[in-house]
């Protein structure tokens, strides 16, 4: 599955990196991957290791050598941000867009109760972290749509690409 916002390659390699849960090394990753070439076969590890190093440059992954080896030590890389953290900044940046997000968020959840306004819910302004001059008064939040048994997010919870 293409993840948004990625290539084929980066999604596959960031989904490895997020299945795994922990540190890992180039070849742990091309052990890992989901993914076919064009030709039908494996990528070369220097693609693998030349596309991670552009995910550490984007900021999505991390990376540090393990200490007690030879300057030739491999890099350990792990996710930065994970998959839902993402995942909700690309969603995020999507509504940023849309003149009308609200409208949007009903296309996408046709089955929120007309009459529950709790859904979505106008923020009275920019959604906080959101760029300036998008040019609509009144960006939108979700505001408990997750069921309770999952959690609900709070205002101060709005997602973001952050460390974690």
Same mark, same amino acid.
Request: glycine share 12%; proline share 9%; with cysteine.
């Given at each position: 599955?293409?993840?948004?916002?990625?290539?084929?390659?980066?999604?596959a390699i960031?989904?490895?990196?997020? @299945?795994?849960?922990?540190?890992?090394?180039?070849?742990?990753?091309? @052990?890992?991957?989901?993914?076919?070439?064009?030709? *039908?076969? @494996?990528?070369?590890?220097?693609?693998?290791?030349?596309?991670?190093?552009?995910?550490?440059?984007?900021?999505?992954?991390?990376?540090?050598?393990?200490?007690?080896?030879?300057?030739?030590?491999?890099?350990?890389?792990?996710?930065?941000v994970t998959?839902?953290?993402?995942?909700?900044?690309?969603?995020?940046?999507?509504?940023?867009?849309?003149?009308?997000?609200?409208?949007?968020?009903?296309?996408?959840?046709?089955?929120?109760?007309? *009459?529950?306004?709790?859904?979505?819910?106008?923020?009275?302004?920019?959604?906080? *972290? &959101?760029?300036?001059?998008?040019?609509?008064?009144?960006?939108?939040?979700?505001?408990?749509?997750?069921?309770?048994?999952?959690?609900?997010?709070? &205002?101060?919870?709005?997602?973001?690409?952050?460390?974690?």
């Amino acid at each position: 599955m293409i993840v948004p916002g990625l290539g084929p390659l980066e999604s596959a390699i960031m989904t490895a990196v997020w @299945d795994a849960g922990q540190p890992l090394t180039v070849g742990a990753v091309c @052990d890992r991957l989901n993914y076919r070439t064009g030709g *039908g076969g @494996d990528p070369a590890y220097t693609t693998v290791m030349t596309v991670m190093n552009i995910l550490w440059r984007k900021g999505l992954l991390s990376r540090a050598k393990h200490a007690g080896g030879s300057d030739t030590r491999p890099w350990w890389y792990q996710a930065r941000v994970t998959r839902e953290s993402y995942l909700a900044a690309v969603i995020a940046g999507a509504l940023d867009c849309a003149p009308d997000p609200v409208a949007v968020l009903l296309h996408v959840f046709p089955a929120a109760p007309a *009459g529950r306004a709790g859904y979505v819910t106008p923020a009275g302004g920019r959604r906080p *972290g &959101s760029r300036p001059g998008t040019g609509h008064a009144a960006c939108c939040r979700l505001q408990a749509w997750v069921p309770a048994s999952r959690g609900t997010r709070t &205002s101060a919870q709005q997602p973001g690409l952050a460390q974690t």
